[in-house]
């Protein structure tokens, strides 16, 4: 399901109210990876059980694909994972605002729909408001990681990234994008891209110990 939801329509656009990592995961204090635009969890239903030190938390705006994930996770019995439907940029923010310091250790962004024409720029999931909302969360050393197999897509997201000033690429990363994937589990998209012999474009961030000025950062992405 590769349909695009509208996320600036009003249904899509009312705050929900998310749960605390206390009421979500089995240890809550264990570090948090989250996965913006799940979609329908086959990621995280890897992951999950091959990085049990961790908890992850998906989050996708396709309420059927949430509920699917979410059956095949009580399926598993997994207590380190979860999956919540949501507008991230509109329900996300507060949420990552009233985490614990240091909880979030990993953000991923994979694949996410492409709104290729200018008017529906607004309507991507990396927005500034969410990116900054990621940066306040992340400590020193947090990754922020985002793949797309569309050029037109990931290339804003790498320009709203670098222009925030928050973020810097390893230096042992290849330019302009990543060979690899530094994460154990690709996404069914992913596999898909590949097996096509279609390349993938890959950035891996690390969140900076404070902020580098940049003064076009609030233009970026406009």
């Avoid at 009421?23 to 999950?48: T, V, Y």
Wanted: hydrophobic fraction near 45%; proline fraction near 9%; charged fraction near 20%.
């Amino acid at each position: 399901m590769r349909q695009h939801v509208n996320p600036l329509s009003r249904v899509h656009q009312q705050p929900l109210e998310l749960p605390a990592p206390a009421d979500l995961f089995e240890r809550p204090q264990q570090p948090l990876h989250l996965d913006i635009g799940s979609a329908r969890g086959r990621f995280l239903l890897a992951m999950a059980p091959l990085q049990p030190e961790w908890n992850f938390l998906g989050v996708e705006i396709r309420r059927p694909l949430v509920e699917a994930a979410e059956r095949d996770r009580l399926a598993l019995a997994s207590g380190n994972l979860r999956f919540l439907f949501c507008n991230a940029n509109v329900s996300l923010l507060g949420w990552l605002g009233a985490l614990p310091a240091g909880r979030l250790q990993r953000v991923t962004i994979q694949f996410p729909d492409p709104w290729f024409k200018n008017r529906h720029h607004k309507r991507r999931v990396l927005q500034s408001d969410l990116l900054e909302a990621l940066a306040a969360a992340l400590p020193a050393g947090g990754e922020l990681f985002l793949q797309s197999d569309v050029t037109a897509v990931i290339e804003p997201m790498v320009a709203l990234s670098e222009a925030s000033g928050w973020f810097l690429r390893p230096p042992e990363d290849g330019r302009p994008w990543r060979a690899d994937n530094p994460l154990p589990v690709a996404t069914e998209r992913e596999r898909i891209v590949l097996a096509q012999g279609l390349p993938v474009y890959r950035v891996l961030y690390r969140r900076r110990a404070e902020a580098a000025h940049n003064p076009s950062a609030s233009h970026a992405g406009h």
